[in-house]
């Protein structure tokens, strides 16, 4: 097998784990929001309801499609399939599990393995927002206007702070490489060197960052019911409404997995470097190539945990906390983590400074 | 991938010229100020392609630092022109430029 | 990704093709009738542009292209042309002979230009085996802190007064009753 073939393979491997995960979460979601209310969930479809993602897929599919009168129609049909591309698009830079060999030949689990992945990362769900605004322009309706002009403000302003988060990050990591971060915190089975323990100033603002990046709760001002209806994708039915929500559980899933990624060690198992946990595999009797199969396998399993961990905290947050009023969201973003952001940047260069000296 | 009997380097020269007259006719004959600003953006960007050209070129790092320097300079442009333009819009409830005429007198 | 060399030379379809597609964005910016479409246009061009530098092999270049120009830049012009919400404004107007010369004149010099491209043997030869290590974002930043130290610093304070020429004009519309409103 030759590493491209490897590549082509491992493309439709996560793009259909992705979409798959959709709704297993929104399964959790609708459980668990039940279960954190005190409620029973939906439960009739299906062994304990677990067939309910697969009815609302397929009410989604047979609904019939409206379209605004004097809506644009190309942009109409365009900002779905934009709000569903760079998330998925954006899964190619993840490690999602350890290097395995076969003959001696060692192959990475990571589709693109370019040296600025954590910067192609940033600049594809950049890219995001334009769905956003481009479905609000394209709706033909004030309150869907609105919605889309909240979501752009939004979004650049998080964008800003985890922008100097990255900086942060690059500064104590020393490279943009995501799967050199995820070696560099799995080395010598330490937690001390996960970014979390050695960024945990910049971990809450990226995760705080992240919710609003992903239009969440408490941050889902774009979409308040109250107030705009359902924000950006109120005239969307059908389909094309079942492409945004896709995209934006997409979107929630790869947030989930750049956090895990960078800052809770990847696809490394705690305590257990990779090398390791290939040693711990062949004293279960397994050899050679064999063994670094199997470990690979259970480092994916431990990486799936963490984004499981992170999306269970979106959820748990969605049904705990009310939602921020505009002027508290914005002020949040530009008034306290900026100023955060920028203080952590400069203790970090300086720390770095006097560790390693000037270059 | 096809190769074309075509210069990569006169290619790339073409297409960056090509956006930069495209452009400045913009610039030029466009009345609204926002679409002006975006064509200066168009000519920028032409200047910018023909810059990592020459920089792969001559596979010097000098080009794609300038590149940089445009990229940082045009997004601090767009910031304060597009607030003015904003605030313009407001005072005369309109952006195209001939609009604003009262410095003439 | 990290071959390090390639030769320059001919012209592959996929870098024709977008660079056809960038050009075609690019008249789209100046002859859509809403200026949304323009920003829209605006936004493709910048998009492919960054695809014609991951061609290259200018991959931080493009990166940049995408998270700066297209990821924020573009975002801009889109966000304040819905904000302002304008009318499709007039193309040109007539009568007015400077600015028809002036668009003439940068016409001339596009037919110019591409009429000097014609000539055989124009550019120098260049360096066959073209090292891309020079486009990394290694050699880069490494050029920004030696060579260009005093524009980068220049331009850090540049963006600052941009910060704070922002802040001062956005705290300017806070109060428009307070200003006497000009004239329509």
Known sequence: MTPLLWSLFLVPLVGVAVLTGVPVILMVERRGSAWLQRRTGPNRVGPFGLLQPMADAIKMVFKEENQPARASKFLFIFAPVLAILPPIVGFSMIPIAQPFTINGESFAVQIVKSDLSFLFLLAITSLHVFAVLIAGWASNNKFSLMGALRAGSQMISYEVAIGLCLVSLVVSYGTLNLSEIVTLQGAGSRLAFWGFFMQPLVFLIMWVSVFAECNRLPFDLPEGETELVAGYHTEYSGLKFGLFFLGEYAAMYLASALMATVFLGGYNIPFVSPDQLVSFVEGLGLYGDQATWVASALSAVSFAAKVFFFMFVFVWVRWTLPRFRYDQLVGLGWKVLLPLATINLIGTMIFSFLQKGAY | ?105 | MSEGIVVMGQVNLFQVVVGILALAAAIGVVHSKSAVSSALSLMATLFLTAFLYFAKGAYFAGVVQVLIYAGAIAVLFVFIVMLLDLKPSRVAIPGQKGVALLAFAATAMFVVVVALLAVPGLFEPGLQESNLTALSAKAISYNFVSTYMLPFQATGFLILAAIVGVIMLAKSVRSPSNESRGEP
């Open chain 2, 1 to 105: 991938m096809i190769s074309l009997p075509v210069g990569e380097l006169e290619f790339h020269v073409f297409v960056s010229i090509a956006l930069f007259a495209i452009g400045a006719y913009g610039f030029l004959c466009k009345r609204s100020g926002l679409i002006a600003l975006m064509c200066l953006e168009l000519m920028l960007n032409g200047v910018n392609l023909f810059l990592m050209t020459f920089s792969k070129h001559h596979s010097s790092p000098d080009g794609a630092s300038l590149f940089l320097f445009i990229v940082l300079v045009a997004a601090a442009e767009a910031a304060i022109a597009l607030s003015i333009f904003v605030i313009l819009s407001r005072r005369f409830g309109s952006v195209v430029l001939d609009d604003y005429r009262r410095l003439k007198g």
